[in-house]
């Protein structure tokens, strides 16, 4: 899909800080920008007031999210697995059911998603990843399981999908576009720091780049040790063998209550 293709965006969790920076990036690429976020958060977008449109509350939502992706050419969506409702799935099958058919779908979450089970992770992070769930789910704050079962559904769809999974985020100015891989653990990936201005610069880029669908890119920050190493790859990431598996065929069907 081109550039000239991308007219209307939808950004479900605009008012968070990677949506902000979403919301910042589309709009400065011309794009007619819609944002969903829970209706207590508006005044978070305070700074684009005549800028965008603003659909208050709950991201999954169907009704909702209906409403805020009418027309648009992309949708970009933060998986957040907040409190043990599945948030996270909701909003995921919400995107799914209502995006127009052909839509580019890009949706964000963390290096703990895997497509394929080929990614290697370091065993500190893979004992982090288990403390949080449990203390998510203790606390009834997070449910990371959840994101996980949303990214499972996002796969098996038979849309137009990109899921980007980041490494660890910082603040600071851009260092331009992250670089990728499909599995964690690729060299081009060691350095596990990444901007979160150049995250949802990746998640915006990836509206208008056809070799993404159907990918799920690990993202690392171009300046790190890793992908200075890897620079001279062809696109700025580390090669890679093998094919993209191939998704399960069916699209999922509206979620139940």
């Known amino acids: 899909m081109g550039t000239d293709?991308?007219?209307?965006?939808?950004?479900v969790g605009a008012s968070g800080k990677l949506g902000q920076y979403m919301v910042r990036h589309a709009l400065e690429r011309g794009y007619e920008v819609v944002g969903v976020c829970r209706e207590r958060s508006v005044p978070k977008l305070a700074a684009f007031?005549?800028?965008?449109?603003?659909?208050?509350?709950?991201t999954d939502d169907p009704e909702v999210i209906r409403r805020a992706v009418a027309g648009c050419d992309g949708v970009l969506?933060?998986?957040?697995?907040w409190g043990v409702r599945q948030y996270a799935s909701g909003t995921a099958q919400a995107v799914l059911d209502h995006a127009r058919p052909g839509a580019r779908l890009v949706f964000s979450c963390g290096w703990h998603i895997t497509r394929d089970g080929k990614d290697r992770y370091r065993r500190?992070?893979?004992t982090a990843v288990r403390i949080a769930a449990r203390l998510g789910r203790l606390l009834r704050y997070v449910e990371i399981d959840?994101?996980?079962?949303a990214?499972?559904?996002?796969?098996?769809?038979?849309?137009?999908?990109?899921?980007?999974?980041?490494?660890?985020l910082e603040e600071g100015e851009s260092q331009g576009l992250p670089v990728w891989s499909r599995h964690v653990g690729d060299p081009v990936l060691s350095g596990n720091l990444t901007r979160r201005v150049d995250f949802a610069l990746f998640m915006v880029e990836a509206l208008t780049d056809d070799t993404l669908?159907?990918?799920?890119?690990?993202?690392?920050?171009r300046l790190t040790p890793g992908a200075l190493a890897h620079a001279g790859a062809p696109g700025g990431r580390a090669p890679e063998p093998?094919?993209?598996?191939?998704p399960a065929p069916g699209r999922w069907s509206r979620r139940r209550s």
């Open 49 to 58: 007031e005549g800028r965008m449109t603003v659909v208050p509350g709950p």
């Open 5 to 11: 293709r991308v007219k209307r965006v939808c950004i």
């Open 242 to 246: 093998e094919p993209a598996p191939e």
């Open 124 to 126: 500190g992070f893979t």
């Open 77 to 81: 969506t933060v998986l957040v697995p």
């Open 151 to 168: 990214c499972r559904r996002v796969f098996a769809s038979d849309t137009r999908w990109t899921v980007v999974r980041g490494s660890s």
């Open 146 to 149: 959840d994101q996980v079962e």
């Open 213 to 221: 669908v159907r990918e799920a890119p690990a993202i690392v920050g």
